[in-house]
């Protein structure tokens, strides 16, 4: 008679999700500015709706768009509470995605959320927070009604691609999370998209 098998629990996460808002937004700018900016200085605005290229300083419409309640982050900290990662996401009101022209030739059912960017520290990649970033967003939907949910990523398998340029991680970890592809936009761009349960 073989024996029982045991189950072996996942090891808990070292990392922590809380929302972007006013009382998270010192340790948000001070990620962005340990990495330069973000991109060369695009303080993940180029998303937002309000954003118009060559306008303005980033940092400032960034604090207004959180402290107005109209952008929102999952921000990852780890162990000694520092900001290390994020998942931006937001209404498709709030904001808009890479490919949109391609998008628009043939657009999926309209969801009432977009992801639109994940970014991790340069010196933390490789070491979950993406993971945990996705899934601290997920779970902030859900908190905020559930909904589709949408986003555009990237194929990675059979490739080298170098992270700098993932702006939205890729398609296997929101295969991982549920998601599903629907149409290619670009070379290796896939819309994906996934139904969250009110919590």
């Known amino acids: 008679m073989p024996e029982p098998t045991s189950q072996v629990a996942p090891a808990p996460s070292p990392y922590t999700a809380r929302p972007l808002d006013a009382s998270t937004w010192d340790a948000f700018a001070e990620l962005v500015e340990r990495n330069n900016g973000i991109y060369g200085g695009c303080w993940c605005v180029p998303n937002h709706t309000e954003y118009h290229r060559g306008a303005g300083d980033h940092r400032t419409l960034k604090e207004h768009l959180v402290r107005t309640g109209r952008a929102h982050a999952a921000l990852v900290f780890d162990g ?37 960017c994940i ?31 949408e986003a555009i990523s990237e194929t990675t398998a059979g490739r080298e691609a170098q992270d700098r340029f993932l702006f939205s991680a890729t398609v296997e970890l929101f295969e991982e999370h549920g998601f599903a592809r629907g149409r290619q936009v670009g070379k290796h761009a896939w819309i994906v998209s996934r139904e969250i349960a009110p919590a």
């Open 80 to 116: 000694e509470g520092l900001a290390q990662g994020w998942c931006q996401y937001g209404s498709p009101d709030e904001l808009g995605l890479k490919h949109s022209r391609e998008y628009q030739k043939d657009p999926p059912p309209p969801a009432r959320w977009r992801i639109a």
């Open 119 to 149: 970014f991790v520290d340069r010196r933390h990649r490789h070491r979950g927070i993406a993971r945990a970033a996705l899934q601290g967003a997920l779970a902030q939907i859900a908190a905020a009604g559930g909904g589709r949910v």
